[in-house]
T-cell receptor
Framework: SAVISQKPSRDICQRGTSLTIQCQVD?????MFWYRQQPGQSLTLIAT?????????ESGFVIDKFPISRPNLTFSTLTVSNMSPEDSSIYLC????????????FGQGTRLTVV | QKEVEQNSGPLSVPEGAIASLNCTYS??????FFWYRQYSGKSPELIMS????GDKEDGRFTAQLNKASQYVSLLIRDSQPSDSATYLC???????????????FGTGTRLQVTL
């Protein structure tokens, strides 16, 4: 399986500020994704991070709020902008499409608390 | 109608018994199916993938897929207390071409293995 390193693992931020989360994969992957998991809930896809082009956002998520970069096949960032307490959640990076299969693996997640 | 449905549980089984976890999905073109295990406070860990109708066994785990009924299940034999976790069913439309497509997750079933 691919090893995905995500940082920071947790942070407490003031409302109105922004936080950038980094995701590093130990090998090239075709696809990278960003998910959100709110307390007691399942995972919701925020966007697909496309290498060399703009991310593809799911309904309810917009680029101004969650800008994403993916400069190469092993790295991506997600920024949570102008944060409010409603953004408190776990943010998860996922990568897949490695070695010809469709399995996707997750980083350890970033637990964000906005105060 | 939810795209991927699971019973939230908790499902309680005694140690040594078989735990049976079920999942139904609504999109008939779905091609790839995954089971993830998530311990409290941790990120999801891939434990099984299945692409064809029938059974797939890996150690104590067996995944079963019935595309006609749009149903996928996970059996855990000889359940151990360490199996106590939330099990997430995930579905995507990638056709094993090496491209991991975005996953749609169920809400998860919480499994409790009792001594």
């Amino acid at each position: 399986s691919a090893v995905i390193s995500q940082k920071p693992s947790r942070d407490i931020c003031q409302r109105g500020t922004s936080l950038t989360i980094q995701c590093q994969v130990d090998s090239q992957v075709t696809m990278m994704f960003w998910y959100r998991q709110q307390p007691g809930q399942s995972l919701t896809l925020i966007a697909t991070a496309n290498q060399g082009s703009e991310a593809t956002y799911e309904s309810g998520f917009v680029i101004d709020k969650f800008p994403i970069s993916r400069p190469n096949l092993t790295f991506s960032t997600l920024t949570v902008s102008n944060m409010s307490p409603e953004d408190s959640s776990i943010y998860l990076c996922s990568g897949g499409g490695r070695q010809g299969n469709t399995e996707a693996f997750f980083g350890q997640g970033t637990r964000l608390t906005v105060v | 109608q939810k795209e991927v449905e699971q019973n939230s549980g908790p499902l309680s089984v005694p140690e040594g018994a078989i735990a049976s976890l079920n999942c139904t999905y609504s999109d008939r073109v779905s091609q790839s199916f995954f089971w993830y295990r998530q311990y409290s406070g941790k990120s999801p860990e891939l434990i099984m993938s299945i692409y064809s109708n029938g059974d797939k066994e890996d150690g104590r785990f067996t995944a079963q897929l019935n595309k006609a009924s749009q149903y996928v299940s996970l059996l855990i034999r000889d359940s151990q207390p360490s199996d106590s976790a939330t099990y997430l069913c995930a579905v995507n439309m990638a056709l094993g071409t090496g491209t991991a497509s975005k996953l749609t997750f169920g809400t998860g079933t919480r499994l409790q293995v009792t001594l």
